[in-house]
């Protein structure tokens, strides 16, 4: 049986976001491993119960190490070289990276999934800048070789070529990691009062301050809107204390991490991503195939998910006041969401669809 092994930062994200694909390998008859820092034991169950075999390896998330990177270099090496995979998969930085690299020198066919720029591509800070050179050296050294890099919006991929990271030729475009449009399907709206919903790791870039901000002005003259937010705490440069986070509660409600998040879009009516940047952002997508409408940024990945006035609203990054201008505008006008959040499911169905994306991922993996 044919092997291929899927490299990550995130382990939740080989249950959540790639689980589909992970079955569609399966149903091709090939032996799926994945490598990633240990699940948790909820997830640990997932994965058993579904038969995913994991290999743990640390790779230090946002931290950068020289001894602690050497030590996940060698480990992959040795995991390479122990189960001999035809086709190697990673995705986020530092798997990409030294996944890269090793695939190189074992010479196994390597893929590239290119899911957000993260921390190092945005900001203007010396440290930033410098960390951006780093990273853009060492993606040209680890893709260099790859046999294709797939994005999942227009922004990422232009950027990587006018780096010079990696040819065009060996670009391709895919609508994110897609939706489970059966798991995540249409549900009626609350009775309650306006309802909105963030779902996010607790990091400042994912726009968190500007959702809390914006929720004290709307509170002020609508005190019964509803404002929560869902997601586990972060350990990244860019993180949100648990401290700060429930400082806002006076006009946020703190849901803390779930491993479902379909109970608390079924309690919302719109569902907002302030971020600054995404891949293209499995949240909105997910609250979109339930028939939620959208108010999201014009960041790259995020605009995707979004036509104005049809299925959402977007508004600049950062801004608060348009944020709570459009949240106001959702108050004052009921009616309308609910045809926003038909057009939302329209375009899951259109664009998203997990199985649409998964056969096009499958058919540039060559599998």
């Not at 001894?67 to 086709?87: H, N, W």
């Not at 090793?102 to 893929?111: E, G, H, L, P």
Request: aromatic share 10%; net charge positive; charged share 25%.
């Amino acid at each position: 049986m044919k092997k291929i092994i899927i490299v990550t930062s995130l382990s939740d994200s080989l249950i959540n976001f790639r689980g589909d694909l992970i079955q569609s390998m399966k149903d091709k008859f090939y032996k799926v491993i994945t490598v990633s820092p240990g699940p948790s034991k909820e997830y640990a169950k997932v994965f058993e119960q579904k038969k995913i075999l994991n290999i743990p390896i640390d790779f230090k998330k946002n931290r950068i190490n020289v001894f602690q990177d050497l030590f996940s270099l060698i480990r992959l090496f040795k995991i390479f070289k122990q189960e001999t995979p035809e086709t190697i998969l990673s995705y986020t930085i530092k798997p990409v990276i030294w996944s890269g690299l090793v695939a190189k020198f074992c010479k196994i066919n390597f893929y590239a999934l290119i899911t957000g720029l993260g921390y190092s591509f945005h900001g203007k800070s010396f440290k930033r800048k410098l960390l951006k050179k780093l990273v853009v050296f060492l993606y040209k050294i680890a893709l260099k070789n790859s046999k294709a890099v797939i994005f999942q919006n227009n922004d990422n991929l232009n950027l990587f070529v006018k780096e010079s990271i990696v040819p065009r030729s060996k670009t391709h475009l895919v609508n994110g990691s897609g939706v489970d449009i059966e798991k995540f399907n249409v549900v009626s709206f609350p009775k309650n009062n306006i309802h909105f919903l963030c779902i996010s790791r607790l990091l400042s870039e994912k726009g968190l301050r500007e959702y809390a901000a914006a929720a004290q002005i709307v509170k002020k003259n609508f005190p019964n809107a509803i404002f929560n937010l869902v997601g586990p705490k972060d350990t990244s440069f860019d993180s949100i204390s648990l401290d700060e986070v429930n400082s806002w509660s006076n006009y946020i409600d703190y849901k803390g991490s779930t491993m479902d998040v379909r109970p608390h879009i079924k309690e919302a009516h719109v569902y907002v991503l302030p971020s600054y940047h995404e891949g293209l952002p499995r949240s909105s997508l997910e609250a979109m195939s339930m028939g939620r409408p959208i108010l999201t940024t014009d960041a790259a990945g995020c605009k995707e998910t979004v036509i104005n006035n049809v299925n959402g609203f977007k508004v600049p990054i950062g801004s608060v006041d348009m944020l709570a201008e459009k949240m106001i505008w959702f108050i004052k006008h009921p009616e309308l969401i609910a045809p926003m959040g038909i057009a939302s499911r329209r375009i899951v169905l259109e664009k998203f669809d997990v199985n649409k994306v998964n056969k096009e991922m499958l058919k540039i993996i060559r599998l």
